[in-house]
């Protein structure tokens, strides 16, 4: 027979690590919560604004109107100067680098008039956003 003692005990022990489980799903729902909030209201966003604008800003390099391109890459350098103040706690730096790096060739493109190289820079530029976007988004492969 089981003293009572044991039985107060083993119920102790079972509560504890009962707590500890609940706990520790609580705080995964918490981080799961915080990681779909910056998913939905900065990443996304974010990328939208880029892809919109990147494509055309590939037009106007197409139509070779430089002055526009060059007045509307310092928008996107502005806005990208704001969006990586926040997105260097929760993104891979690398990642950061990379978009910061391919944004100032493509500047240097456009001052330089290169229609062809700038454009493809464009294009890369949109694939590094979209690499962000496959790895940030809320999903049960980035989960686990």
């Given at each position: 027979?089981?003293?009572?003692?044991?039985?107060?005990?083993?119920?102790?022990i079972?509560?504890?690590?009962?707590?500890?489980?609940?706990?520790?799903?609580?705080?995964?729902?918490?981080?799961?919560?915080?990681?779909?909030?910056?998913?939905?209201?900065?990443?996304?966003?974010?990328?939208?604004?880029?892809?919109?604008?990147?494509?055309?800003?590939?037009?106007?390099?197409?139509?070779?109107?430089?002055?526009?391109?060059?007045?509307?890459?310092?928008?996107?350098?502005?806005?990208?100067?704001?969006?990586?103040?926040?997105?260097?706690?929760?993104?891979?730096?690398?990642?950061?680098?990379?978009?910061?790096?391919?944004?100032?060739?493509?500047?240097?493109?456009?001052?330089?008039?290169?229609?062809?190289?700038?454009q493809?820079?464009?294009?890369?530029?949109?694939?590094l956003?979209?690499?962000?976007?496959?790895?940030?988004?809320?999903?049960?492969?980035?989960?686990?």
């Open positions: 027979m089981v003293s009572s003692t044991k039985m107060i005990n083993l119920f102790f079972r509560g504890s690590f009962m707590r500890m489980v609940i706990i520790s799903l609580c705080i995964l729902v918490a981080l799961l919560g915080l990681w779909g909030w910056f998913y939905y209201a900065s990443v996304e966003p974010t990328i939208n604004y880029y892809w919109d604008n990147l494509s055309s800003l590939s037009d106007i390099v197409g139509r070779e109107d430089w002055e526009t391109a060059k007045k509307n890459m310092d928008v996107y350098f502005d806005k990208w100067d704001e969006v990586k103040k926040l997105w260097i706690f929760f993104i891979n730096q690398r990642d950061i680098d990379n978009i910061n790096s391919s944004m100032q060739q493509l500047y240097t493109y456009l001052r330089n008039q290169d229609k062809i190289l700038a493809a820079e464009l294009e890369h530029l949109m694939v956003f979209y690499i962000i976007d496959e790895n940030e988004c809320l999903s049960l492969e980035n989960i686990f």
